[in-house]
């Protein structure tokens, strides 16, 4: 069982919803190699339920009924039982009442589904946490057009609108509703056979917007948000069976009962991002002792992707601010940031190996508003230069405990109010000793001067700034430079450290 699994199931209320979102948005009807049959559409069908029947799913239709160019196919309902994680049990369903498909004279078939497509999903776990979620997915100008490539199936499909209006409940009292649209959209995927039995899917797409609300009501707090992304191009591919009605134009949702053998991956690029989030006690008005953010950016990357049993996500953004107003300070507090950036990769299924993990986080240009620095440094005696936040490490973990094989600090650098920490260093954590063998280096510039002004400033006593300096001497020594310090720390796996070459006791 994955970790992906665990954390799915494991909040049901609060991540059932979004993976409706992720998986149904966009959803149309997908296939891989066609059987033989007797027309097109009639190989389009057949091809469909290969695929659910190779996800586990079960399905009816009320008929299915030859047109002399196509077929139509009526009161179409799926069913999938999830209970591969311990203690939990889960059932999805599926309905849209009519879908009709029509070969045309260029080769293609049309797919004209219904208005709206229906998911319905019950579950129960341990102590008494029950799940209930119903999303629907509704279009405007929705066209979808259907080529047997002879290699595989191709989509291009378009849409004035899609429509997602998802509810999830769930006890302890808990209620998630989400609604998101998706306007002017047009896509393409391409499903071939890749020679192992799962169907190999690349595509790209693009949508002018994209808008949305989530409102959460949890017993103790309450959580509303609001989001906008501007114009966007999506680009996914990848291989895996996957259930044909959620399979996506954004990403592709696969068959994740066997995610040590998937391949996928999916970019979005966009041009820019507006959200709000306010969260609250329950049962308060809006505004009432409430926590507000609000963010912007102009424009980013995310990328999401799954190799072999381990997991990658990429966010970055340019121009980004955020301000925050909570009850806590009298204004409201800003930030800005010229870029950021965040990269983790990390196993999701356990390997009888090490496996590789990674993070970087790294933010240019950070500045704090006036207002946020004038409450606790009126005098400006501090720098108000732009920070900087880069941190990346490597490593790898053994599973399935997930232990710390190696880690590896390629990169530190944090600058702030004129004073500057940087570091590198390799440790390795072998099994069964106490302490991890290997050294890290680090050098500081400016501390003494920054010091100097925090005590000038009157945000450290005289006697804390006594201690500092006296600590700095302990732990550092000088370095080549003016006002730099640098500090060498040696680990053994016996338990011993040593700093600059002196043990510690």
Known sequence: MSKLNSLFMSRPATLLAPLLVAATLLAVPAAGKALLAESRASALWADWQEQFAATGQSFTTDSVVSTGDGLVIRG??????????????????????RITLTEQDDGTIRVTPSDM??????????????????????????????????????YDYAADLRRLTAVSRGSPAEELLMVIEASDMAGQVLLTESGQGAPRFTGSSAFGGLTGMADLNAQTEELTMTFNVGPARVRSGGSGPGNPFLNLFLFHV??????????????????????????????????????????????????????GGAGAFDLSARDVAISVVAPEFPLPVTVTAESAGVLLTMPLTPARGPSDGALRLEYQGVKMGAAAWDMFDPG????????TLILDVTGTVQGPADDLRTLTLNDLEIAVAGATLTG?????FAPGQQMPAGSIQLQATGLHTLLDRLTGAGLVPMEQAVGLRAMAGIFARPGTRPDTLETVLDFWHDGGVTVNGIPLP
Do not use: C
């Open 76 to 97: 179409f309902a799926t069913s999938m039982t999830i209970t591969d994680v311990p203690g939990y049990e889960f059932r999805l369903t599926g309905h849209i009442d």
């Open 117 to 154: 497509y229906r998911i319905t999903g019950a579950g129960r776990g341990p102590e008494g946490v029950t799940t209930q979620i119903t999303g629907d997915i509704t279009h405007e100008g929705l066209d979808i057009l259907v080529l047997d490539t002879g290699d595989g199936w191709r």
């Open 254 to 307: 696969p068959d994740v009962r066997d995610d040590a053998h998937l391949h996928d991956a999916g970019e979005i690029t966009y041009e820019s991002l507006e959200y709000a989030v306010t969260i609250r006690e329950a049962g308060r008005e809006a505004g009432q002792n409430a926590t507000t953010i609000r963010g912007a950016n102009g424009g980013g990357r995310m990328a999401l992707g799954l190799e």
């Open 380 to 387: 400006r005696v501090l720098p108000r230069d732009p920070a």
């Open 424 to 428: 590198k260093g390799a440790l390795d």
